[in-house]
């Protein structure tokens, strides 16, 4: 602590009491390029300073066990001149921002992810087999991101693509509030497996400010549950050939059966303008 | 055009002066000038004029005179001109009325009620022209200790005990404040990169990305911007910069967010925001990861393990009425740099009714934060940006006094590369190049020459700031920083006084 302060503290949430990489090795167990890291009992830095380390060793497959709340798993790995992506086994529950900015790696949780998972991801993959909390996939740029269960408030919000980078994001259950809230671009899928039968979607406010990208839905919504900015259409061939190239992906990750999901009915949410706010100015 | 407006403008062409050329035809972005051959003779359409002086100033016989137009309605101090204007044109489009640049309303500008102080006597004033002057700057967390190690029988061995934060050093404490490539030109955005490199200081790149061929050369000059939009941001751009600003708000248009109308979403800014060409670029007003001090700490740490601890993480907010709160706050969430931007920061586009009325001037912020900092025994946990307002080199050494550690310059960048604040930086339609995205205004500006007279700028604000530090028998800027002993108010209440923490002139 900070002993100078007089009157009031600085606890610096983040950084107080890391202990350095050195203190910390009988946590990894390094095997060839897989390694196993136990994290309990490691602060959010202390267990991506490892990560890190470990990558840069030249390891390529990590399994991380004891995950309680950690965040920023996979963010500190931005390491351009690294041969090979790595894929990251997480279990049970990884704290927030999972894979924020995250730069081509894969990350399989085996258990729920919280708030921020994927936010300004750039490239890569997550996996959740389980749920994701508040503002998944948020500002988005490219990857895949595969949910088995619901999603908190405001997923995929101003999700975006340009020349060829179009992320994707599939979510097996359903969604909170401002579902798609501003999208920009990009490829959503929600199926709502776990509605039962004529069970509306939870939620309101679905692709408010939209002006890019696609949502795909499953199962029933209401007209008034939608933003104005955004339009119902029909799936035609090219979106069935879509929606089907990520429903199996999500079933093999999941072990779902394809052709079950897809035989329900299914609509396409576009914006109506990719300029929403053009005609609010008097100039 | 509007129907019942009164011309902003008044033209006037002297016609014995003038030889025809046309060369105000050419310069003028809305078209006001125009050639008839028949009389041979120039014409304008005045309600056009945004009295740019652009014209005037090309005219190679001096030959206009480009004044506010006479023509006023019934004097009256409350209904004055410009809101009956306003009134007509929300009346005529039911829009809301939009304007660039900073604030333009008489609001107390405190700088011209500060006055500094000179050695006389009592202690000996230095000359900088002979002296030793330091006006390096580091920006960035600081120690709360500096413990040093060396070994006083050898004397070699000198080291630095305490841990360090990342700091970025800047030779002057002066900084070009956020600007984005799409809402000026390349031109000018890549002049101010140049002159920032030049000079040893930095460029903010706004919300609009880096584009890739800048990144090497200018990245290192480089504060780049983390907005709600996230523009262009991903773990490339954060890792080529040498500092991260978070944008919170900016002094033109605290609370709200930012459009980038799709017509100026050219190819080229397409790429560098990644965005596709033609769409809205839109920045929501919060960003929607941050909805408390928590969730910014959040943000900000994100932002350090995506570039491995190795940069200063910067929050910029718009001074607003419990700046001094939330200030300490962001300390606490872990910024190493807060800037804060007052009332009368500028902008590329911002609705009136907020540019002109929301928000507090950046003086009473700035010297509230400090003071706040101060008291909490945190000042030393991050750097003050101060921004809005700053025009000269007088007003860099009041902030720096206030308790700056560096000022942003937005709008006296602008002015130093042609603008003459006309406030439509918003139509796109900048005839100095800068605002604009129209190939043919942008090439008006060359950046080897604009970044020259930016960095001219630099020297000679640099060189005056030397000068006023001598007069007062200092020779680093870092004794002036927060010293308001060296400050005294004229013409203020004890409010702004108390507010500011400076004594009155003859106290
Ligand atoms: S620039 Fe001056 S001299 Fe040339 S046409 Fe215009 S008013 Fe006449
Ligand atoms: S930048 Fe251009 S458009 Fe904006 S105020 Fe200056 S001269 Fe006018």
């Known amino acids: 602590m900070n002993n100078l302060n007089v009157k009031f503290g600085l606890r610096n949430m983040f950084l107080d009491g890391v202990r350095p990489v050195s203190e910390l090795v009988q946590h990894v167990n390094t095997n060839g390029s897989n390694a196993y890291i136990d994290a309990l009992g490691l602060k959010h830095k202390e267990l991506n300073d490892l990560l890190r380390e470990t990558a840069l060793k030249g390891v390529t497959s990590i399994t991380v066990q004891n995950v309680f709340g950690q965040r920023y798993i996979g963010t500190r790995l931005y390491l351009p001149n690294l041969a090979k992506k790595m894929e990251i086994k997480i279990a049970p529950n990884p704290g927030n921002d999972l894979g924020a900015f995250l730069n081509g790696h894969r990350l399989i949780v085996y258990g729920n992810a919280q708030d921020g998972a994927g936010n300004t991801m750039d490239d890569g993959e997550i996996i959740i087999h389980g749920r994701a909390g508040d503002i998944v996939a948020m500002s988005m740029r490219g990857g895949k991101i595969f949910i088995r269960d619901n999603v908190g408030y405001r997923a995929a919000i101003h999700m975006k693509e340009y020349t060829g980078k179009v992320p994707a994001l599939v979510i097996g259950g359903t969604a909170q509030d401002f579902f798609g809230e501003y999208m920009a671009g990009g490829r959503v899928i929600l199926l709502g497996l776990n509605l039962s039968k004529n069970e509306r979607h939870k939620a309101h406010y679905i692709g408010t400010g939209m002006h890019g990208g696609v949502i795909y839905l499953r199962g029933r919504v209401e007209e008034y549950q939608l933003g104005k900015e955004v339009g119902i259409r029909a799936l035609d061939s090219h979106d069935w050939e879509i929606v089907g190239q990520y429903v199996s992906e999500f079933s093999s990750h999941f072990g779902f059966d394809p052709a079950e999901i897809l035989q329900e009915k299914f609509q396409k949410l576009l914006p109506v303008s990719t300029r929403p706010y053009g005609k609010i100015y008097a100039y | 055009m509007y129907s019942y407006l009164l011309p902003e403008f008044a033209i006037e062409r002297n016609e014995e002066r003038c030889i025809r050329c046309r060369v105000c035809e050419r310069q003028c972005a809305t078209d006001v000038h125009y050639y008839d051959a028949e009389p041979d003779k120039m014409f304008f359409h005045e309600e056009a004029c945004v009295g740019c002086q652009r014209c005037a100033v090309f005219c190679p016989t001096n030959a206009l005179f480009i004044r506010p137009h006479p023509a006023e309605y019934r004097p009256n101090s409350s209904w004055n001109r410009e809101k009956l204007q306003d009134l007509k044109k929300q009346a005529e489009t039911g829009g809301v009325i939009l304007t660039g640049s900073g604030n333009d309303k008489p609001y107390r500008i405190y700088w011209d009620h500060l006055v500094l102080n000179a050695s006389q006597v009592t202690n000996p004033s230095i000359d900088p022209l002979r002296e030793p002057m330091e006006l390096k700057t580091f920006l960035g967390r600081k120690p709360n200790t500096l413990e040093i190690e060396f070994n006083e029988l050898n004397g070699s061995e000198v080291k630095i005990k305490s841990e360090l934060y990342p700091n970025v050093s800047i030779t002057t404490p002066i900084v070009f404040s956020a600007m984005s ?82 017509e100026k979403v050219s190819e080229n800014i397409a790429v560098t925001r990644m965005i596709p060409q033609g769409t809205d670029a839109l920045s929501p007003a919060p960003q929607h990861d941050i909805y408390s001090i928590e969730d910014l700490s959040m943000l900000i740490y994100a932002l350090k393990e995506a570039t491995n601890y190795e940069k200063p993480v910067s929050v910029k907010i718009a001074a607003v009425h419990n700046v001094a709160a939330i200030a300490s706050g962001i300390v606490r969430a872990g910024a190493d740099i807060v800037a804060i931007d007052g009332l009368r920061g500028g902008t590329g586009a911002a609705p009136k009714a907020i540019r002109d009325n929301v928000g507090i001037p950046l003086e009473l912020a700035l010297a509230a934060v400090d003071k706040r900092l101060r008291e909490e025994g945190i000042r030393n946990k991050c750097s003050i940006l101060a921004a809005g307002g700053i025009r000269c080199s007088a007003d860099v050494m009041k902030a720096i006094a206030l308790g700056a550690d560096a000022v942003y310059i937005g709008t006296a960048a602008l002015v130093a590369m042609g603008c003459t604040l006309c406030q439509k930086c918003y139509t796109g339609k900048c005839t100095w190049g800068i605002c604009t995205q129209d190939p043919y205004l942008s090439k008006r500006l060359n950046p080897e020459i604009t970044s020259q007279r930016l960095a001219n700028l630099l020297r000679g604000w640099s060189h005056e700031i030397k000068e006023m530090l001598g007069g007062m028998g200092i020779n680093a800027i870092e004794s002036l920083r927060g010293n308001r002993e060296h400050l005294r108010g004229v013409e203020l209440a004890e409010w702004e006084l108390d507010v500011l923490g400076v004594k009155g002139a003859g106290e």
Not at chain 2, 198 to 219: S, V
């Open chain 2, 181 to 262: 490539y799409g809402a000026i030109s390349y031109q000018a955005y890549k002049s101010l990169a140049m002159a920032a490199k030049k000079f040893g200081t930095l460029f903010n790149t706004g919300e609009g990305g880096l584009p890739l061929n800048m990144r090497k050369e200018y990245g290192s000059s480089a504060i780049v911007q983390c907005a709600s939009g996230r523009f262009g941001v991903d773990p490339e751009y954060l890792n080529a910069a040498c500092a991260i600003e978070i944008k919170i708000g900016q002094g033109a248009k605290p609370g709200i967010g930012g459009h980038l109308p799709g």
